[in-house]
T-cell receptor, first 113, second 125 residues
Framework: DIVMTQSPDSLAVSLGERATINCRSS????????????LAWYQQKAGQPPKLLFH???TREIGVPDRFSGRGSGTDFSLTISSLQADDVAVYFC?????????FGQGTRLEIK | QVALVQSGAEVKKPGSSVKVSCRAS????????INWVRQGPGQGFEWMGG???????KYAHKFQDRVTITADEVSSTAYMELTSLRSDDTAIYFC???????????????????WGQGTVISVSS
């Protein structure tokens, strides 16, 4: 199984400041045939199901603010919020769907400092 | 508005079974793979398995002996049955939709772009 490890486990950032969450996979999730990394990012607010933010590592879903960006390839990925807003308080998860079983990172809790 | 609508919360005894439904409202299951994922108390997500439009299933090894995922195309409803329940099966169970992607000759799920609201299953004697 591919193990997904996020860092940090929790993060407190001031409003308007940058927040970066990292995700590392134990094996590459990059397809050499098409150059796609099968990595997604989700946001989960309290009491809600997750919301997909990015797929293929960096493809932003419709409606996701452009202050969110996803980067990386292979085994190392990051999610960055360029200017933190109060509405961004949530737990963020990465997920690989490159191979079965699909696996998730343990989550990073993002709070306002 | 497309939505995945799940059945309600249940309380079960150890050793019993539970069957959770997931109805696609405003769409069909035909063009997607439906995954089942659970989230234990204060924990991350575990993928349990999925079913494609051809009713072909794939299960996580951990759940292979206890889970059955089915789908009814007519009612656009997918089901997840978990047997031999234990206390550590207490969790929120989600269905989640993924696009069909072909990868290495196999139909697999894309990222989960639509989730059900979740069903709380509590297992306690």
């Amino acid at each position: 199984d591919i193990v997904m490890t996020q860092s940090p486990d929790s993060l407190a950032v001031s409003l308007g400041e940058r927040a970066t969450i990292n995700c590392r996979s134990s094996q590459s999730v990059l397809s050499t045939s098409n150059g796609v990394s099968y990595l997604a990012w989700y946001q989960q607010k309290a009491g809600q199901p997750p919301k997909l933010l990015f797929h293929m590592a960096s493809t932003r879903e419709i409606g996701v603010p452009d202050r969110f960006s996803g980067r990386g390839s292979g085994t190392d990925f990051s999610l960055t919020i360029s200017s933190l807003q109060a509405d961004d308080v949530a737990v963020y998860f990465c997920q690989q769907y490159y191979s079965s079983p699909i696996t998730f990172g343990q989550g990073t809790r993002l709070e306002i400092k | 508005q497309v939505a995945l609508v799940q059945s309600g919360a249940e309380v079960k005894k150890p050793g019993s079974s539970v069957k959770v439904s997931c109805r696609a409202s405003g769409d069909t299951l035909n063009n997607y793979l439906i995954n089942w994922v659970r989230q234990g108390p204060g924990q991350g997500f575990e993928w349990m398995g999925g079913i494609n439009p051809m009713s072909k299933t794939k299960y996580a090894h951990k759940f292979q002996d206890r889970v059955t995922i089915t789908a009814d195309e007519v009612s656009s409803t997918a089901y997840m049955e978990l047997t031999s329940l234990r206390s550590d099966d207490t969790a929120i169970y989600f269905c989640a939709r993924g696009d069909l992607i072909t990868f290495a000759g196999v139909i697999a799920s894309g990222a989960f772009d639509l989730w059900g609201q979740g069903t709380v299953i509590s297992v306690s004697s």
